[in-house]
């Protein structure tokens, strides 16, 4: 099936710095990524839908200036989250869309963890 | 708006024993319905889907079926394996592609 990469896997950073996350499509092209959060123990809450050659739409609550999202080619989508700070700190996930035997189909990456101190 | 329950885990049982995961829905409309599964490690992969009412999704032993009158997809298994422990995660999509996720369950099967 569809691959999907996250680099890096995870990453600690000083409160105030900017840490990019990538999203690769490994073996398909994607028009579109998506970029999720997740709180321990709780749902993946959707941030932000990234199509390439477009701006990104975010969800309601989500800060565009604060998650940067750019999606300049078909395998890869970066969310930048600028001036970090530890309320930052989660597991970040993307996905991308393909179509398979199963329709359009959500394919994920492994995730990035984020600790902002 | 919409929403997902599932129940809580861990879900702990002995291998061959039979599987099932509670998932219900809250939407407007009339959603597709997925379970995805994450391993130790590993990204989210889909499971199986159905897109309407008394469809059963399948894949690996795994059933589902899409019951509008009760609003759940309970996700079900005949007999589990060791390789089955996992995370289930029960999901909706409002026809926009956005997916609305359960917190997930942890599945444990011990030899």
């Known amino acids: 099936g569809a691959v999907v990469s996250q680099h890096p896997s995870w990453v600690i950073c000083k409160s105030g710095t900017s840490v990019k996350i990538e999203c690769r499509s490994l073996?398909?092209?994607?028009?579109?990524m998506f970029w999720y959060r997740q709180f321990p123990k709780q749902s993946l809450m959707l941030m932000a839908t990234s199509n390439e050659g477009s701006k990104a739409t975010y969800e309601q609550g989500v800060e565009k200036d604060k998650f940067l999202i750019n999606h300049a080619s078909l395998t890869l989508s970066t969310l930048t989250v600028t001036s970090a700070h530890p309320e930052d700190s989660s597991f970040y996930i993307c996905s991308a869309r393909d179509t398979d035997r199963f329709g359009e189909t959500q394919y994920f990456g492994p995730g990035t963890r984020l600790l902002v101190l | 708006g919409n929403s997902v329950t599932q129940m809580e885990g861990p879900v702990t049982l002995s291998e061959e024993a039979f599987l099932t995961i509670n998932c219900t829905y809250t939407a407007t409309g009339y959603p597709s319905l997925f379970w995805y599964v994450q391993y130790p490690g590993e990204g989210l992969q889909l499971l199986l889907k159905?897109?309407?009412?008394?469809d059963k999704g399948s894949n690996k032993g795994f059933e589902a079926t899409y019951r509008k009158e009760t609003t759940s997809f309970h996700l079900e298994k005949g007999s589990v394996q060791v390789s089955d422990s996992a995370v289930y995660f029960c999901?909706?999509?409002?026809?926009?592609?956005?997916?609305?996720f359960g917190t997930g369950t942890r599945l444990l099967v011990s030899p």
């Open positions: 999901a909706l999509s409002d026809g926009f592609q956005k997916l609305v």
């Open positions: 159905a897109t309407k009412a008394d």
């Open positions: 073996d398909f092209q994607a028009t579109t």
